[in-house]
């Protein structure tokens, strides 16, 4: 997803937490398998092959390709950003993020291709794992509750806010932003892919009902891609 700038949560989630392990200036050394968009002191980038840019590809490198690459490398401790890792190689420490298990809670969220895909591939990747992390307490519960995976094995590591996310005062750019947008001057954001288990729906109709009372003044403002279900959406 960073080879291909894709800006989806997991690629952002990804792309910083690759920032903030560099800014440490630890003393452990990183391999990054993939663009130079890193390139600095302390990282060795090892570059993949430009075959990487659907998700079939970039599944079957990521099971069959990348394993041999970090083991090249001598890697002592693998990270993925998502919860899928080697299912049939392991030489060296593992760990994983799992975001969410809403292929588990709400399958029909989900294109039946990509749910069973990772259906298949969850449970594996949680065991060949060493350390799990989760980004909220909620999906630490839903891997306990749902998944049976051990309180222990998981570490809460909320996510941070990046430093450019701030509140602009410059009345300048805030009028010819609203202007390019369309916007009034109070509304209510919501910025992720539009798809079906984002619960857009409900957030739509709950907004028109407040319209329709008078008890809203805002402006609803929805910003994203199109993903599975966003014909209901839009």
């Known amino acids: 997803q960073i080879l291909n700038d894709a800006a989806t949560g997991v690629a952002r989630y990804a792309e910083n ?5 560099l800014s440490l200036k630890s003393r452990h050394s990183f391999v ?3 663009g130079a968009l890193f390139a600095g002191p302390g990282i060795r980038i090892v570059p993949t092959s430009s075959i990487v840019d659907t998700s079939a590809s970039r599944i079957l490198w990521e099971q069959f390709v990348l394993p041999g690459k970090a083991r090249a490398e001598g890697v ?3 990270y993925y950003p998502d919860h899928t890792a080697p299912l049939l190689v392991k030489h060296c420490k593992i760990v994983i ?9 709400m399958p029909e969220t989900h294109r039946p291709a990509r749910r069973m895909y990772k259906s298949m591939t969850f449970r594996r990747s949680v065991g060949q794992s060493d350390k799990i992390i989760a980004d909220s307490d909620s ?13 222990g094995q998981i570490v809460v ?3 941070g806010v990046d430093p450019s996310m701030h509140r602009e005062h410059d009345a300048k750019i805030l009028s010819a932003v609203k202007k390019k947008y369309g916007l009034k001057d109070r509304f209510i954001l919501y910025v992720g892919t539009l798809e079906r288990r984002k619960n857009l729906v409900r957030l739509i109709h709950s907004f028109a009902r407040l319209k329709k009372n008078g008890s809203m003044r805002h402006q609803l403002v929805l910003v994203g891609g199109r993903g599975y279900g966003y014909e209901e959406i839009l």
């Open 32 to 34: 990054l398998f993939g």
């Open 76 to 78: 002592d401790l693998m």
């Open 157 to 159: 590591v909320h996510c």
């Open 139 to 151: 999906t630490q519960r839903e891997c306990v509750n749902q998944a049976g995976i051990p309180k």
């Open 97 to 105: 993020t799992i975001h969410d298990l809403a292929f588990l809670s």
């Open 17 to 21: 937490m690759i920032r903030a392990l």
